[in-house]
C-alpha cells in the first residue's frame, strides 16, 4: 500500500503572508509605484496613466505561494469571485495544503470547486500539480531551479497551460517572467503595440523585452493589465472612464 502523502518539511510554499492590502493579504514583491517600467517610452507612458490612475495593485490575492499556484488553476475560464468561494471552500477542508488535497477523493475535491466551473477537470489539473510540486522539492526548486528548465517541467504538468505557468512562476515563486491573459493581449492591441492574435510566446518575448529587469516590474505589469482589464478594457472598451489616454479609434 502507497504511502499517504505528506507536506515538505518547513516548505516556503505554506508559509502565510505579512503583506496585506485594503482587499486582503497577498504574495508578491510589489508594494508601491515603481519609479520605471519600461524602457519603450510608449509602454512606459501607458503603465505610468495606469499607475497614476490606479494606484499599486499589492498583487496576488493569497495567503501563502501555495495558494497562489491554486488560484491559477482555478481562475482558469472562470470570474475571480468563483476561485475564491472555491478557495474558502478548499481552505475548510484541506487548509490548502497540497498533502491534505491529495488526501480527499477526487469526488470530494470536485464538490469544493464547484463554484469555479469545469471543476472535475480541475480537480484533476489541482492533484496533477500537488503530485508534481511535492515530487520536485516544492516552493524551494521553483523559486531556484534554472527557470527554463523548472518552466518546461511545469508545462508538462497535465492542465497546465502557459498562462497558468507563468502566474505560477512570477507570483508564487517570484521568478522574472511575463504573464501574458487576454487582457494582457487586449490592452497592448488596442494601444497599437502588437497584434493580440500572436502566439503566446512571442507576446511574452515582446514584453520580457521591454520592460525593466525588475521582479517588481514584471508583477505590476500584469497586475495593472488585469486591472484595466477588468473594469475597463473590455470586448466592448470603456475608454472614457479609464486611467490611460484612449488609443486612436477608440476614444
Known amino acids: 500500500m502507497r504511502a499517504p502523502p505528506r507536506d515538505l518539511p518547513d516548505d516556503p510554499g505554506l508559509q502565510r503572508t505579512a503583506l496585506v492590502s485594503e482587499r ?7 508594494h508601491a ?3 520605471r517600467f519600461a524602457r519603450d517610452a510608449r509602454l512606459e507612458r501607458l503603465l505610468r496613466e495606469l499607475a497614476r490612475g490606479f494606484g499599486p495593485q499589492r ?4 495567503e501563502t505561494p501555495f495558494e497562489v499556484m491554486l488560484g491559477a488553476v482555478l ?3 472562470t470570474a475571480w ?3 475564491e468561494r472555491a478557495l474558502t471552500s478548499l481552505r475548510a477542508r484541506t487548509a490548502l495544503t497540497p498533502a491534505r488535497l491529495l488526501a480527499l477523493a477526487e469526488e470530494e475535491l470536485a464538490a469544493c470547486i464547484r463554484s469555479s466551473g469545469y471543476y472535475r477537470a480541475k480537480a484533476r489539473k489541482l492533484r496533477a500539480l500537488c503530485t508534481w510540486y511535492l515530487e520536485v522539492g516544492g516552493l524551494r526548486t521553483l523559486a531556484r531551479a534554472p527557470l527554463a528548465r523548472i518552466r518546461a517541467e511545469l508545462l508538462e504538468v497535465w492542465g497546465v497551460g502557459p498562462e497558468t505557468a507563468d502566474s505560477i512562476l512570477c507570483y508564487a515563486a517570484g521568478r522574472r517572467v511575463a504573464v501574458v491573459d487576454a487582457y494582457t493581449r487586449r490592452v497592448l492591441a488596442r494601444h497599437g503595440f502588437l497584434d493580440g492574435e500572436l502566439p503566446y510566446e512571442t507576446v511574452r518575448a ?3 523585452e521591454r520592460l525593466i529587469a525588475s521582479q517588481g516590474v514584471h508583477e505590476e505589469f500584469h497586475a495593472l493589465c488585469v486591472r484595466v482589464g477588468y473594469q475597463h478594457c473590455k470586448p466592448s472598451p470603456r475608454c472614457a472612464s479609464c486611467a490611460a489616454t484612449a488609443p486612436p479609434g477608440l476614444a
Not at 59 to 62: F, I
Request: with cysteine.
Open 75 to 77: 481562475t482558469q475560464n
Open 81 to 83: 469571485t468563483n476561485v
Open 206 to 208: 515582446w514584453i520580457e
Open 24 to 30: 486582503g493579504p497577498y504574495v508578491g514583491r510589489c
Open 59 to 62: 498583487w496576488w490575492p493569497a
Open 33 to 35: 509605484t515603481p519609479r
